[in-house]
């Protein structure tokens, strides 16, 4: 059952649009599928939507791990004033459905003149709730406390700290970040 939508559109695509209207509509593919594909592959440019896809994707993938990685440890490790009520804002943003900000996104992305653009696809899910949220937990667990302050010794800065202590145990929960 769920293969025939994806049958469905190989036949609808090798035939013409007269004949997939018709009553009873044909089953069976047409011979123009890959004449047809190769058309439509030229008219739309599916190579230039290809190519922004895995644009959008990889930098998307590598911000969400590479952000929620260091919030996740600021969260888990670090102790600074505003920290619970912090976390507690992050997590609230996962209860509010996307649709609510899609008209003020629009707006701001307009604003910043990146409409039709590559950055305003990129720039408003650079980091996910989601993911800060399951590295802090991952990273209060899985990392020493001790680890943490031997590197806060070595490195003398939180931030080196983060990259000295947590990179080998933050790459198994990496996957489930992006």
Do not use: H
Request: aromatic share 10%; glycine share 6%; hydrophobic share 50%.
């Amino acid at each position: 059952m769920s293969i025939f939508p994806l049958y469905w559109t190989m036949v609808a695509a090798s035939t013409d649009n007269t004949r997939v209207s018709q009553t009873p509509p044909p089953f069976l593919p047409g011979p123009n599928l890959f004449s047809n594909l190769a058309r439509a592959w030229d008219e739309a440019a599916m190579g230039k939507a290809m190519i922004n896809s895995l644009i959008v994707a990889g930098v998307i993938a590598l911000s969400t791990v590479m952000f929620a990685t260091l919030a996740g440890f600021a969260f888990a490790k670090l102790r600074f004033k505003g920290r619970n009520v912090l976390l507690m804002l992050v997590i609230g943003t996962m209860m509010v459905p996307p649709q609510l900000g899609v008209v003020p996104l629009f707006m701001m992305m307009s604003e910043l003149g990146w409409s039709q653009e590559l950055p305003a696809v990129i720039f408003p899910t650079l980091v996910s709730a989601v993911g800060v949220f399951f590295m802090r937990q991952y990273l209060s667990e899985a990392l020493p406390d001790e680890l943490v302050e031997a590197a806060a010794w070595t490195a003398r800065t939180p931030c080196g700290s983060s990259g000295a202590s947590c990179c080998p145990w933050r790459a198994p929960r990496w996957p489930s970040c992006s």
